[in-house]
């Protein structure tokens, strides 16, 4: 008896719905090769493998299910997976991956490329190609959403709900704007001088402004990773965004004199 194991991986819990389909493609697959007699009754379903809340920074089978599944594959098995990149976390993964699964004799099957027999070496060698082709497809995808969030920040527009530490989101005709908030700007002021000035620890600076009943902006009371970003901010002098590209892409416009917001 040989069977058909589905994998799939979710990067946070609240992403119940992305796995949920991952799970249901992978079932409806395997249904269809069972009503198509491509799988006879010597082929079942041998079950459902998950990693919930898990980055993609982890190898395949390094991951909890992911090493549960493998302990569990004989010769004839098949995996499925909805996506390349839900199983794999690069081209180097894929490689290994596929190699340790050839040397089992399983077959792994990527819903969203054409189905290539991996146990052979051409086959390895095709879907190596195309997972060249995925990963330049994501690297494309990133670089546009950089380039996207530039533009936003340079016009000051936020690229989400929240705004940049140190700034707040307003409304100008019925367009959302970032500006500088000074009341953050004046607690993070404080936070600098107990840091720098009287040394103190972060958690005593915490109960200092709870002490003090110094709150955020929008009256929430700031936690220790929220006064750290902030002081982090306040040195930087209070950039728009964290990420590094980001951060070069803005200075390199404001000194052409084309970024509107600062």
Same mark, same amino acid.
Request: with cysteine.
């Given at each position: 008896?040989?069977?058909?194991?589905?994998?799939?991986?979710?990067?946070?819990?609240?992403?119940?719905?992305?796995?949920?389909?991952?799970?249901?493609?992978?079932?409806?697959?395997?249904?269809?090769?069972?009503?198509?007699?491509?799988?006879?009754?010597?082929?079942?379903?041998?079950?459902?493998?998950?990693?919930?809340?898990?980055?993609?920074?982890?190898?395949?089978?390094?991951?909890?299910?992911?090493?549960?599944?493998?302990?569990?594959?004989?010769?004839?098995?098949?995996?499925?997976?909805?996506?390349?990149?839900?199983?794999?976390?690069?081209?180097?993964?894929?490689?290994?991956?596929?190699?340790?699964?050839?040397?089992?004799?399983?077959?792994?099957?990527?819903?969203?490329?054409?189905?290539?027999?991996?146990?052979?070496?051409?086959?390895?060698?095709?879907?190596?190609?195309?997972?060249?082709?995925?990963?330049?497809?994501?690297?494309?995808? &990133?670089?546009?959403?950089?380039?996207?969030?530039?533009?936003?920040?340079?016009?000051?527009?936020?690229?989400?709900?929240?705004?940049?530490?140190?700034?707040?989101?307003?409304?100008?005709?019925?367009? &959302?704007?970032?500006?500088?908030?000074?009341?953050?700007?004046?607690?993070?002021?404080?936070?600098?001088?107990?840091?720098?000035?009287?040394?103190?620890?972060?958690?005593?600076?915490?109960?200092?402004?709870?002490?003090?009943?110094?709150?955020?902006?929008?009256?929430?009371?700031?936690?220790?990773?929220?006064? &750290?970003?902030?002081?982090?901010?306040? &040195?930087?002098?209070?950039?728009?965004?964290?990420?590094?590209?980001?951060?070069?892409?803005?200075?390199?416009?404001?000194?052409?004199?084309?970024?509107?917001?600062?």
């Amino acid at each position: 008896m040989n069977y058909v194991f589905g994998y799939g991986r979710s990067s946070t819990q609240k992403q119940v719905i992305t796995i949920d389909a991952q799970k249901r493609a992978c079932e409806s697959w395997f249904q269809i090769q069972k009503d198509t007699r491509r799988f006879d009754d010597t082929v079942e379903w041998g079950g459902w493998y998950e990693d919930r809340a898990v980055s993609s920074d982890a190898p395949w089978f390094e991951r909890e299910a992911g090493d549960i599944l493998l302990s569990r594959l004989h010769p004839g098995d098949f995996v499925v997976v909805s996506m390349y990149d839900r199983a794999f976390r690069s081209l180097a993964d894929c490689a290994t991956s596929i190699q340790i699964l050839a040397d089992k004799h399983v077959k792994i099957i990527i819903l969203d490329t054409p189905e290539i027999d991996t146990t052979t070496a051409n086959g390895a060698l095709v879907v190596n190609l195309l997972a060249v082709i995925k990963e330049h497809e994501k690297r494309i995808i &990133k670089e546009r959403a950089r380039e996207a969030r530039v533009e936003l920040l340079r016009t000051g527009r936020p690229t989400c709900g929240q705004a940049p530490t140190g700034y707040k989101i307003i409304v100008i005709d019925g367009e &959302k704007r970032l500006t500088p908030c000074p009341h953050d700007r004046k607690v993070f002021d404080l936070v600098a001088d107990l840091r720098d000035n009287h040394k103190m620890a972060w958690e005593k600076i915490y109960w200092e402004l709870v002490r003090q009943r110094i709150r955020r902006a929008d009256g929430s009371q700031g936690g220790i990773t929220w006064i &750290k970003l902030g002081y982090k901010s306040r &040195k930087q002098g209070y950039p728009l965004s964290q990420n590094e590209y980001v951060q070069k892409s803005l200075s390199l416009l404001a000194k052409q004199g084309r970024v509107v917001f600062s």
